[in-house]
């Protein structure tokens, strides 16, 4: 009788406690063998440490038979370049099942992030197994990345996600009639929890339960080329100020575990000129695990995956900033990070409004907003959602919402928003804008 061995691809510490919950939650069908695969996307994979060595692993280590290294199955590339040429997929197919004693076993797969590798390269390299894709973040209310090879978005059977934001269905993988299914919130705060119980030194300040401090969550979004390190740096110091406006004299900062130390240090000198105690957590650890032991009175971020599940999970107040500056910096228009910032800009109070980091009405009609981002991000992916885009975009397009679109991109679409058919010529006409660049010189001269 043919063996069935379940092989699970994961990067982060929070993906390996998704699958772990959806394991204890039975999301899973019985195998003869559980593999956990483990990638190391960093830049540097040989300076920085696997997700199996970090603090807290061992907590989730049981549920697998085994652990194995992509990164050491292909070296010497990098897990995050490398896929196999497509005459050479069953050539590696054969060489992994050798090197992981698999046999003639049936192989099922989950990936995370399908639309690249390394989860993109797992799929190819075993071609005739059957995928589950597993979300552990805002992205997968958004659309599909790329156009995924039907060879492999036709294996895919499912989309088992977090409900980060209650009642709101993930868009990623619809074009492939994909099912989402919800790994339950009370299993995965649970396994968190064991997470937290292997976290017993980490250094946290000792307040009383009427003091709770503030906590920012730092992103290093200077690495995605997404802003500059000074303006990361000066988003971090409007997270500091916020908080301290809305009366927090105790912060906690949790700096992204790469992101250089010199913005710790600069965050503590104005921490100290404004008079506020500053606790910053340098040992790399899960937010989720921070929010556990401190229950703080405050989270602050700009649009990390952490801000949902503070609310939706632990019921901790919220705030955001910088979501403006990024609509506007995100570039292509489709640049996947676009939803996750539109998410939160759209349900989370910014910092410095005092009257709604209090009320804390987190609510937001998404849906409609999401179909209409969608179908502008990847029309091609998404013909069928240009009903619902142009119904949004005709009943909601106000000062608000047009944050989330541009013009230029709801022209290109004709979409309701965009420049009238009869007026399409203006900006392709070369006399019209030579005119426009003389009026703008003439006006800075006037006024210089």
Same mark, same amino acid.
């Given at each position: 009788m043919t063996r069935t061995t379940q092989i699970f691809s994961v990067s982060t510490l929070y993906g390996a406690a998704t699958l772990a919950a959806a394991l204890d939650a039975d999301r899973f069908a019985p195998a003869d063998q559980r593999i956990l695969l483990v990638c190391n996307n960093s830049a540097t994979p040989e300076l920085t440490p696997a997700l199996d060595e970090m603090d807290g692993f061992e907590q989730l280590r049981d549920r697998f038979d085994r652990v194995l290294s992509w990164n050491e199955a292909i070296h010497p590339f990098h897990p995050g370049g490398w896929s196999p040429r497509p005459?050479?997929?069953?050539?590696?197919?054969?060489?992994?099942?050798?090197?992981?004693?698999?046999?003639?076993?049936?192989?099922?797969?989950?990936?995370?992030?399908?639309?690249?590798?390394?989860?993109?390269?797992?799929?190819?390299?075993?071609?005739?197994?059957?995928?589950?894709?597993?979300?552990?973040?805002?992205?997968?209310?958004?659309?599909?990345?790329?156009?995924?090879?039907?060879?492999?978005?036709?294996?895919?059977r499912r989309l088992l996600h977090l409900d980060l934001v209650p009642g709101l269905r993930p868009l990623l993988l619809t074009e492939f009639d994909v099912e989402a299914e919800v790994v339950p919130t009370d299993t995965f705060t649970k396994v968190l929890a064991e997470l937290c119980d292997?976290?017993?030194?980490?250094?946290?300040?000792?307040?009383?339960?009427?003091?709770?401090?503030?906590?920012?969550?730092?992103?290093?979004?200077?690495?995605?080329?997404?802003?500059?390190?000074?303006?990361?740096? /000066?988003?971090?110091?409007?997270? *500091?100020? #916020?908080? =301290? $406006?809305?009366?927090?004299?105790?912060?906690?900062? %949790?700096?992204? &575990?790469?992101?250089p130390a010199r913005w710790s240090r600069l965050l503590e000198q104005e921490a100290e000129r404004l008079g506020a105690e500053l606790t910053v957590l340098e040992r790399p650890v899960l937010a989720e695990v921070v929010f556990q032991r401190l229950r703080p009175?405050?989270?602050?971020?700009?649009?990390?995956?952490?801000?949902?599940?503070?609310?939706?999970?632990?019921?901790?107040?919220?705030?955001?900033?910088?979501?403006?500056?990024?609509?506007?910096?995100?570039?292509?228009?489709?640049?996947?990070?676009?939803?996750?910032?539109?998410?939160?800009?759209?349900?989370?109070?910014?910092?410095?409004?005092?009257?709604?980091?209090?009320? /804390?009405?987190?609510?937001?009609? *998404?849906? #409609?907003? =999401? $179909?209409?981002?969608?179908?502008?991000?990847?029309? %091609?992916?998404? &013909?069928?959602?240009?009903?619902?885009?142009?119904?949004?975009?005709?009943?909601?397009?106000?000062?608000?919402?047009?944050?989330?679109?541009?013009r230029r991109r709801l022209t290109a679409l004709a979409l309701p928003g965009g420049v009238p058919p009869q007026l399409g010529f203006i900006p392709r006409n070369a006399t019209v804008r030579r005119v426009a660049r003389q009026a703008r010189r003439i006006k800075r001269a006037t006024l210089g």
């Open positions: 005459n050479d997929a069953v050539l590696f197919e054969r060489y992994l099942r050798l090197l992981w004693d698999l046999g003639d076993d049936r192989v099922e797969l989950a990936v995370e992030s399908i639309q690249v590798n390394p989860s993109l390269a797992v799929c190819q390299v075993f071609p005739g197994a059957p995928v589950d894709v597993y979300a552990d973040g805002l992205m997968s209310y958004g659309p599909t990345r790329f156009k995924i090879d039907p060879l492999v978005g036709t294996r895919i292997a976290e017993e030194t980490l250094p946290l300040p000792e307040v009383a339960a009427e003091d709770r401090p503030a906590l920012l969550l730092g992103q290093y979004l200077s690495a995605l080329d997404i802003l500059t390190a000074d303006e990361e740096e /000066q988003l971090h110091l409007r997270m *500091l100020e #916020g908080a =301290l $406006a809305l009366g927090h004299t105790k912060i906690v900062f %949790k700096p992204h &575990p790469t992101a009175a405050l989270v602050v971020g700009c649009f990390s995956t952490a801000l949902l599940t503070a609310s939706s999970l632990y019921g901790l107040p919220v705030a955001q900033t910088g979501t403006d500056l990024l609509l506007e910096r995100l570039t292509p228009y489709q640049n996947s990070n676009r939803v996750p910032v539109t998410i939160v800009d759209a349900l989370l109070p910014e910092v410095t409004d005092k009257a709604a980091v209090h009320a /804390q009405a987190l609510d937001a009609d *998404l849906s #409609g907003l =999401l $179909a209409a981002l969608g179908f502008a991000m990847q029309p %091609k992916i998404y &013909p069928n959602l240009r009903p619902a885009a142009e119904r949004y975009l005709t009943q909601h397009l106000t000062p608000r919402t047009w944050r989330y679109f541009k």
